[in-house]
């Protein structure tokens, strides 16, 4: 049954948190680090150094040999370059440990081959990473031995963000200040600081390793660029929160284990709605924190699979006509004292706080509603967003029974004078005791859902960062909050410049409030009709990045300025363009090399059998002939539909970099990968089994 785990003991092992600290670092230096991160601030160089001492002998006490910035660079992974804490040999042969404040705090790696969308020119490659002392080192144990991960910021020589952690940082900076604001108008005099927390939800698919090794498909791009739907799916919905299989289950266990040790309180776990699909969700943390953490994660759940015998997928299509994967992200905003802002109490139409918040963060969605759904986009979230199965492209939020019936008397009345109840859920089971009810029922369709105390973003991709989504989310609500404050802030009557604002934004945004069914065409009609964008694809909402409201709004709060938003402009268009460009050259690679051989020798058999057939004297041989001509009529289907991805591909790739070039992936290239899709899938129906060069839907996913 394996070995017992004690849960509370090993959390945070091997996390260099606030306890750690404090047990190891000298009082005065313990509180001067203490407060930059509750307050910000510069760490001087001699207080750095002790730090640094300590934090090098604790690592080293772990096994740790090495150290490393750990910084999120515009590719969308997290990068990381080792040094050993070793020094220069001294005269006797012997080196020692080290590891200075300097090196703690301020790292050079060789940044040019990073993406930067040219803001670096290339005879100016220097990049630095700074620590960001607000998420905690860990020491990270596998196969390279144990490693002091420092995470930290990555941006050039003249400061521009090269990474997703700095933005964050300055937009969590940005809610902070105006949430401080607002609070402080309500006469909250206590709260100090406020910070968003993030919670998210994160899918993946586990296929077994061996499998996943004989498709090049996989290997390359992540996702099966061919394959035929097996004869059952997911049609009898056997899969979702099913009993865990026993290969998965240990799996999991050793996820957890790894996780827990590093501070990341994975807490929910289950199987999805594919076959082969899972789900892992940790208790919220502060935003920074949770972006951290949720790389971490990925990439355990990727290292944990391995030793398993499996891989892990997080693309967000791994398979055509399965669900794919996506990322909710619950988000909130909270005081240092525990406040939540988007808790609307029992009675939320006399909670005028949490109404004034409610309104802002409407308005903030309606006004931005491009650039959220912009933040979501990465190549493969292409193949889910408008897909009936995850979220339609379209932003709209859902907001619940409860509070849209307060919104509605607002707007219609002007005042609100109660709020629906819950009530008591009766099962009708003496033995069963009666449950309170929530206030309102859940949507599951909705991509910015009110959840009780919180909102879930839930178009983010699941291979995405969420640093992205969490940026804008931060900023946007900023720029709300700071709009109403200045409102607000010169108002002589407090209360009715405070009704008149929440209904005024009511009103003027109830078009993005939609409780109603987001999978169905008429919402896609009716959004419309309101003047809803509906943004179908990454290339169409990279531009939402430098419109002049978004340019105007980041460089106002600090978040971005105009030349890092061109900058990511240019890395994302980038991103989209070769990411197409190596699935269609695996799948000619796949197409020429693997596919059409396999089936030129199945055509040998059939033809082979017919003659053998007709030799001993049979002359009945339709069946054959009918598969013959079948085959070679689709071969030569695929020959054609490759001579064609092949043109499109080097025309593509000819092109100039940037907008142009990748509006052309998205409309020629993809589509001439769809068509060679097409008669190879249906080929995979005919020819002998064992004569396909790779295994099949079927295999991959039921077969874990
Ligand atoms: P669901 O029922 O939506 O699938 P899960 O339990 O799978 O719920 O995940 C919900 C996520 O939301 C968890 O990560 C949880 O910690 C997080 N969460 C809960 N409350 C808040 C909050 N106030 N702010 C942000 N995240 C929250
Ligand atoms: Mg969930």
């Given at each position: 049954m394996g070995e017992y785990v004690n849960v509370a003991e090993i959390f945070g092992e091997n996390v260099f948190n606030d306890t750690v600290m404090q047990e190891r670092l000298p009082k005065k230096v313990y509180q001067k680090l203490?407060?930059?991160?509750?307050?910000?601030?510069?760490?001087?160089l001699a207080t750095a150094d002790v730090i640094a001492h300590e934090m090098k002998e604790w690592a080293i006490e772990k096994g740790a040999t090495h150290y490393t910035h750990w910084f999120q660079p515009l590719t969308g992974v997290t990068a990381e370059k080792h040094d050993a804490f070793i020094t220069a040999p001294l005269p006797s042969g012997k080196v020692l440990m080290s590891f200075s404040g300097k090196e703690l705090i301020k790292g050079e790696p060789d940044a040019s081959s990073f993406p930067s969308g040219g803001l670096r020119a290339t005879f100016e490659a220097r990049g630095y990473t700074a620590w960001d002392c607000t998420s905690p080192a860990f020491v990270r144990q596998d196969a390279a031995g144990a490693t002091l991960c420092i995470p930290t910021a990555f941006c050039s020589y003249t400061g521009e963000a090269l990474d997703q952690k700095t933005p964050l940082l300055r937009s969590m900076e940005a809610i902070d200040k105006q949430s401080m604001r607002l609070l402080r108008l309500f006469g909250n005099t206590s709260s100090k600081k406020v910070t968003p927390s993030v919670g998210p939800e994160q899918e993946y698919f586990l296929v077994d390793a061996e499998k996943f090794l004989q498709r090049k498909d996989l290997i390359y791009s992540g996702r099966t660029l061919f394959g035929a739907m097996p004869p059952k799916g997911q049609e009898m919905d056997d899969h979702y929160f099913g009993t865990i299989r026993q290969r998965i289950a240990s799996f999991m266990k050793d996820v957890n284990i790894e996780l827990w040790k590093l501070g990341v309180s994975a807490k929910t776990q289950h199987n999805e709605v594919a076959p082969a699909q899972h789900e892992l969700a940790p208790i919220y943390a502060e935003a920074n924190v949770a972006v951290d953490h949720n790389h971490i994660v990925m990439q355990t759940l990727k290292r944990v699979a391995c030793q398993h015998g499996m891989k892990c997928l997080l693309h967000?299509?791994?398979?055509?006509?399965?669900?794919?994967?996506?990322?909710?992200?619950?988000?909130?905003?909270?005081?240092?004292?525990?406040?939540?802002?988007?808790?609307?109490g029992k009675t939320p139409h006399e909670n005028i706080q949490f109404l004034l918040v409610l309104s802002c963060i409407i308005q903030a969605v309606d006004r931005h509603a491009g650039l959220l759904r912009e933040s979501a986009a990465d190549p493969g979230n292409d193949h889910r967003l408008g897909a009936n199965e995850a979220p339609p492209a379209i932003i709209s939020i859902f907001l619940g029974e409860q509070l849209e019936d307060v919104v509605e008397q607002l707007v219609s009345t002007g005042v609100a004078t109660s709020s629906i109840r819950g009530g008591k859920l009766t099962t009708g089971v003496k033995s069963l005791p009666d449950l309170n009810k929530d206030a309102t029922d859940r949507n599951r369709t909705s991509p910015f859902a009110f959840t009780g105390n919180k909102f879930e973003f839930r178009m983010v991709g699941s291979r995405d960062s969420i640093a992205g989504p969490n940026i804008v989310l931060n900023t946007i609500v900023a720029e709300a909050f700071s709009d109403a404050c200045d409102i607000l802030e010169k108002a002589e009557d407090f209360?009715?410049?405070?009704?008149?604002?929440?209904?005024?934004?009511?009103?003027?945004?109830?078009?993005?409030?939609?409780?109603?069914?987001?999978y169905s065409d008429e919402w896609v009609a009716e959004a419309e009709r309101r003047g809803l964008p509906n943004i179908r694809s990454m290339v169409e909402a990279i531009p939402e990045l430098t419109k002049k409201e978004s340019v105007k709004m980041f460089e106002k709060f600090g978040v971005f300025t105009k030349a890092e938003l061109e900058s990511r402009e240019e890395v994302k268009y980038e991103n989209y363009t070769k990411t197409i460009n190596i699935e269609a050259k695996t799948m000619i690679d796949m197409a020429s090399k693997q596919i059409i051989p396999a089936v030129v020798k199945y055509t040998k058999v059939l033809a082979d059998s017919i003659n053998a057939v007709k030799a001993a004297g049979v002359n009945e041989v339709t069946v054959q002939k009918k598969l013959l001509e079948e085959t070679s009529a689709l071969l030569k289907q695929t020959q054609k539909s490759l001579n064609a991805l092949i043109e499109a591909e080097a025309k593509a790739n000819a092109m100039e970099e940037g907008k142009r070039q990748a509006k052309f992936y998205h409309e020629k290239v993809v589509m001439a990968m769809e068509e060679l899709r097409v008669p190879v899938d249906e080929l995979e129906m005919i020819v002998d089994k064992e004569m396909w060069p790779m295994p099949s839907y079927g295999d991959l996913i039921f077969e874990v």
């Open positions: 203490k407060d930059i991160i509750e307050e910000g601030g510069d760490l001087d967000e299509k791994p398979f055509a006509g399965v669900n794919g994967s996506g990322k909710h992200n619950n988000w909130s905003i909270t005081t240092d004292d525990g406040i939540n802002l988007l808790d609307p209360d009715e410049a405070v009704h008149d604002l929440i209904k005024k934004n009511f009103s003027e945004h109830q078009r993005i409030i939609f409780n109603g069914n987001g």
